[in-house]
Nanobody, 127 residues
Framework: VQLQASGGGLVQAGGSLRLSCAAS????????VGWFRQAPGKEREFVGV????????NLADSVKGRFTISRDNAKKTVDLQMNSLNPEDTAVYYC?????????????????????WGQGTLVTVSS
C-alpha cells in the first residue's frame, strides 16, 4: 500500500489543523496506520497509531487530549485532527502503515515497526 499525507500548513498557536493520509494500491482495512513527526534538528517521533481490526488508538503523551486519529476504511483514509496547537508541534508529519496489530495502553512506538511510509506534510505553528 502506498501512502500520501496532506493537509499541512501554517497555523497560529491555539489553532487547529486536520491532516489526512490517503492510501492507494491496497485495502487499508488490514493495516495499522501511524503518525510520526520530525522537527528540525530532531529525531522522528511517534505521534499516534490506529490499529486495524477494531480501530484501537494510542497517542503520545505530548498530544493526548489535543490530537485524535480517525480512519475511514471505505475511503482508505486516516485523519489526524490536531487542536490547541503550539509552536512545539511544528514539524514534518508522516503517516506510515504496517500489517501489525496493536492493543491499547502504550504511548510510544518505534518507527521501525512500520514498513510503508508516505511523504511528509509540513505543519508550522506560529506563536
Amino acid at each position: 500500500v502506498q501512502l500520501q499525507a496532506s493537509g499541512g500548513g501554517l497555523v497560529q498557536a491555539g489553532g487547529s489543523l486536520r491532516l489526512s493520509c490517503a492510501a492507494s494500491g491496497g485495502s487499508l482495512s488490514l493495516y495499522s496506520v501511524g503518525w510520526f513527526r520530525q522537527a528540525p534538528g530532531k529525531e522522528r517521533e511517534f505521534v499516534g497509531v490506529t490499529s486495524w481490526g477494531g480501530g484501537v488508538t494510542n497517542l503520545a503523551d505530548s498530544v493526548k487530549g489535543r490530537f485524535t486519529i480517525s480512519r475511514d476504511n471505505a475511503k482508505k483514509t486516516v485523519d489526524l485532527q490536531m487542536n490547541s496547537l503550539n509552536p512545539e508541534d511544528t514539524a514534518v508529519y508522516y503517516c506510515a502503515a504496517t500489517r501489525g496489530r496493536f492493543s491499547s495502553g502504550f504511548n510510544s512506538l518505534h518507527q521501525n515497526a512500520f514498513a510503508n511510509w508516505g511523504q511528509g506534510t509540513l505543519v508550522t505553528v506560529s506563536s
